[in-house]
């Protein structure tokens, strides 16, 4: 694990249920947010990306829940990169209670390039760059 991005955000009304515990699948928004600022963290845009042709498709989700967040906590998303195949990238995430470091949850997605017309496709060299 070389690059480990962060990103801290509160967590918001909408995302949460009546007790004000963070709904199950607004994790899955934040490991997206983490991806997108692993990426833009790296120098890179993952719009730009895909106006360059390519896109990077979910194959595999896995989220482990360990505590719950609640409304207003202000929560961190760690995200690095794992294995790197000539085609599939994996992302690793953790997902901090900011305040006191306490894991919440604990992930991974697994992703495949593809290209305009959705056909699997190497990754483009010039993503080279973020991937090392």
């Given amino acids: 694990m070389s690059f480990v991005s962060e990103t801290t955000f509160h967590v918001r009304y909408l995302e949460t249920d009546a007790q004000g515990v963070v709904n199950h699948a ?9 991806r997108s600022s692993y990426i833009r963290q790296r120098g890179h ?13 979910v194959t595999d ?16 998303v760690r995200t690095w990169l794992g294995e790197t195949r000539s085609r599939t990238l994996t992302f690793h995430y953790q997902i901090l209670r900011t305040d006191s470091g306490e894991e919440l949850v604990s992930g991974m997605t697994k992703h495949i390039c593809l290209d305009r017309a959705g056909n699997v496709s190497r990754i483009p060299q010039e993503w080279q760059q973020w991937i090392e």
């Fill in 61 to 76: 989700l896995q989220i482990h829940y360990h505590k719950a967040a609640v409304y207003d906590d202000r929560v961190t």
């Fill in 26 to 34: 607004h994790y899955v928004a934040y490991l997206e947010e983490g």
């Fill in 45 to 57: 845009s993952y719009a730009a990306m895909e106006r360059a042709g390519h896109v990077l498709a």
